[in-house]
């Protein structure tokens, strides 16, 4: 209440400003949008059966770099992952090359994103047409079918990421 009357002695007020609606824009207007096929089935009975996909950030010394990570959800294990500084479709394209020059791979191969720019684009829908991979994908505001790829992340951050400061973090140690 404090703040409110010493803004109505200043004659200050708040400015709202107003919500924009979100808009999907690209350059050649091509977004590919997939059926959703895992269907919160992670169950696989075999390796290379299905596998999930998704880029985190991680906070470094030098600021933020981006993972990009496919799992295989028959025995949990990283299948391929790519580092970059910028969160970009030449990264998930790198570690879907990754993971296809690594893995024997066959056609019946689930590969399952959330809706991110890389996983939408063009040249992602390209890559996985040539590799012959069934694409599979979340619903907007849906996390649960990439639960298993979210869980990894949580747990890497958790266990093995350093405190880092910035200077635009509270408590931050360096210098302006």
Known sequence: MTVLRLMNRLGIR????????????????????YENVLNRDFIATGTNQK???DVTYIATQQGWAYLSTIKDLFGGFIVAHALSLTNSVGLVLKTLRLAQQKEKVTDELILHSDQGHPY??????????????????????????????ENFFGHLKEETAPPVHYPYFRGSQANH
């Not at 824009?25 to 091509?30: W, Y």
Request: with cysteine; charged share 15%.
């Open 120 to 149: 939408t684009s063009h040249a992602y829908h390209v890559l996985i047409q040539q590799y012959n991979f069934t694409p599979s994908m979340s619903r907007r505001a849906n996390c649960w079918d990439n639960a298993p790829m």
């Open 14 to 33: 708040s400015v709202v400003r107003q919500r924009r609606a979100y808009q999907r824009t690209a350059p050649d207007g091509a977004f590919h949008r």
């Open 51 to 53: 596998w999930v996909t």
